[in-house]
């Protein structure tokens, strides 16, 4: 299975700035994708991002509120810009494995914003 | 619209006592069913993917099963550390993404 990090693991910030997540993961994927988990709830997906083109977002997300980097196959970033305390939760990023539909996921960004 | 729910919210068994979880889903086209386990302060990790009606997958004291309207997850004499939420999503025909249930947070005591 991929192995996968993100920077930071944590975050407070205040409201009215903007968060990078970073996602590294050790061997190349073609599709990335990036979750949040809100407290007590399950994943909702945001988007997903594949290399060398736009993102595709779900409904109720929007790129300028969550904008997204893919520069290369191990790599990619999400901003969370304009923060309000709405925006607390965890953000996870994952990648496909091997078997069509399997998901590995990071350890994931628990920001608080204040 | 697409839907997962689970069941029970929350679970306390003894160490050894077996039990089931349930998936329950309305989707329009099931591409398959898959069920993860989270860790406090970790991402998912990924258990059993299940395709279609009637196929079963083993994992230790772990057996996921598949019907056509819902999935079970039964774990056998379990232990401390199977304590966990497991999530369990759903996959359409139609699409690429996932829609999540809302987990089972299993406390296993010893």
């Known amino acids: 299975s991929a192995v996968i990090s993100q920077k930071p693991s944590r975050d407070i910030c205040q409201r009215g700035t903007s968060l990078t997540i970073q996602c590294q993961v050790d061997?190349?994927?073609?599709?990335m994708f990036w979750y949040r988990q809100q407290p007590g709830q399950s994943l909702t997906l945001i988007a997903t991002?594949?290399?060398?083109?736009?993102?595709?977002?779900e409904s109720g997300f929007v790129i300028d509120k969550f904008p997204i980097s893919r520069p290369n196959l191990t790599f990619s970033t999400l901003t969370v810009s304009n923060m309000s305390p709405e925006d607390s939760s965890i953000y996870l990023c994952?990648?496909?494995?091997?078997?069509?539909?399997?998901?590995?996921f990071g350890p994931g960004t628990r920001l608080l914003v204040l | 619209e697409d839907q997962v729910t689970q069941s029970p919210e929350a679970l306390r068994l003894q160490e050894g006592e077996s039990s089931s979880l349930n998936c329950s889903y309305t989707?329009?086209?099931?591409?398959?069913l898959f069920w993860y386990r989270q860790d406090p302060g970790k991402g998912p990790e990924f258990l059993f993917t299940?395709?279609?009606a009637g196929e079963e997958k083993e994992k230790e004291r772990l057996k996921a099963t598949l019907t056509k309207k819902e999935s079970f997850l039964h774990i056998t004499a379990p232990k401390p550390e199977d304590s966990a939420t497991y999530l369990c999503?759903?996959?359409?025909?139609?699409?690429?993404?996932?829609?999540f249930g809302p987990g089972t947070r299993l406390s296993v005591l010893p």
């Open positions: 999503a759903v996959q359409t025909s139609y699409g690429q993404n996932f829609v």
């Open positions: 989707v329009s086209g099931l591409r398959g």
């Open positions: 061997s190349q994927v073609t599709m």
């Open positions: 994952s990648v496909e494995g091997p078997r069509a539909g399997t998901q590995y």
């Open positions: 991002a594949n290399q060398g083109s736009e993102a595709t977002y």
């Open positions: 299940l395709y279609s």
